[in-house]
């Protein structure tokens, strides 16, 4: 009995645990997303939180504890931010061609997502710290953390609703685009890239590789744009 | 493999500097990605090599790897659902609404000003398309 215990109990405050079972779960998350073809319902990011997140309430297991372990995958966001420059320089005679819809598209798109969700939140009565948090939900997690605490949000509460709305728009797009009779994959890959920053762009990438592209582009513009309206709109509202 | 890697995370340091320091609005790793385009532009330019070789070299090994994975990398901010349980209890239909509203329209209007202005460009260049 105490053997067991005593290995969990060293097991448990190394790194070294957590960080093997986040990159398990994702394996086994994306061999599930392979299997039904790459599903979007299916969707990678979810099926590994899942995993992981009952782990943790079964074993209760602080989030802390396990960040410990996982933060080395959380750190490789910056570098694979910088990684998207490498897809934009190859594609460029293409998204130079593009420029004047992508910047229409931007303040249209990045106007819309803010006004959209204030605008249902407050339908809904939600109080005003929510609706703080709530604001920069299209934008990539790092920078939308840094949003909401300039707004008066819940920065830790907003990494959820991003990883969320980026989980959403992932699982709604290729449908939607589909219903939509829409091939154009500059066009889609921008959509899904400015309302779920680098899951739509992960998503994006696994059907088209220009999709990808403009995903990515799209969502290092959104985390501009949004930074620099979200205050204006909050204060409106 | 870590020359490419070191790459990345110069421009990301620099990126993060640049915005420290001068208070932008723009977060360090996308100015990082900026950095590194131009500098991709430049060697373009000085060398002429073509586009797609960067793909043969070390940093572009090491982006592919990173950007084939990206999705893995969202996983440990995801998993701080835990933190908010009591809170999605309280308003979690709500907040589902919100969400799942809020991208749909944005998802329907920014594809469809996309592809107005594409039309109104190609028309205005006098380009039919294929």
């Known amino acids: ?237 | 493999m870590v020359r490419g890697f070191v790459l990345l995370l110069l421009c990301q340091l620099a990126g993060e500097a640049f915005s420290r320091a001068l208070a932008l609005p723009v977060p360090g790793p996308v100015l990082g990605l900026v950095l590194l385009f131009a500098s991709l532009q430049l060697y373009q330019r000085v060398s002429g090599t073509d586009r797609a070789a960067v793909g043969e070299s070390d940093v572009g090994r090491v982006s592919d790897g990173l950007l084939q994975n990206l999705a893995l990398l969202f996983v440990p901010a995801g998993v701080g659902v835990v933190q908010h349980l009591k809170l999605i209890e309280d308003h979690g239909l709500a907040i589902a609404v919100v969400l799942i509203g809020s991208t749909a329209i944005t998802l329907i209007v920014t594809v469809l000003v996309f592809l107005a202005v594409a039309r109104w460009v190609d028309g205005a260049a006098g380009e039919a398309k294929p």
């Not at chain 1, 931007?106 to 803010?114: C, D, F, K, N, R």
């Not at chain 1, 907003?158 to 709305?165: D, E, N, P, R």
């Not at chain 1, 921008?190 to 582009?217: E, K, N, P, Q, Y």
């Open chain 1, 1 to 237: 009995m105490t053997a067991p215990f005593n290995l969990w109990v060293y097991l448990s405050t190394t790194p070294l645990l957590w960080l093997s079972i986040t990159l398990l779960a994702f394996l086994a998350a994306d061999a599930l997303s392979r299997l039904t073809n790459r599903n979007p319902l299916a969707n990678p990011v979810l099926i590994a939180v899942i995993f992981v997140a009952t782990l943790l309430m079964l074993t209760g297991t602080d989030y802390k504890v396990y960040f410990n372990g996982a933060q080395f995958v959380h750190f490789l966001l910056g570098p694979a931010t910088v990684a998207l420059a490498l897809p934009l320089y190859r594609n460029w005679p293409l998204v130079r061609r593009n420029l004047l819809p992508m910047a229409a598209a931007l303040l249209v798109g990045s106007a819309t997502a803010l006004v959209s969700t204030l605008a249902i939140a407050l339908a809904f009565g939600l109080p005003r710290d929510i609706l703080a948090s709530l604001a920069p939900k299209s934008v990539t997690a790092a920078v939308a953390m840094a949003i909401s605490e300039q707004l008066g949000g819940v920065p830790a509460l907003t990494a959820v609703l991003v990883i969320s709305t980026g989980i959403i728009g992932a699982v709604m797009v290729t449908p939607l685009m589909n219903a939509m009779r829409i091939r154009n994959f500059a066009a889609r890959g921008f959509a899904v890239g400015l309302v779920s920053h680098g899951i739509g762009t992960a998503r994006a990438f696994s059907v088209d590789s220009v999709a990808g592209t403009f995903s990515g582009i799209a969502m290092g513009l959104n985390a501009v744009a949004t930074a620099l309206i979200a205050p204006i709109f909050l204060l409106l509202m």
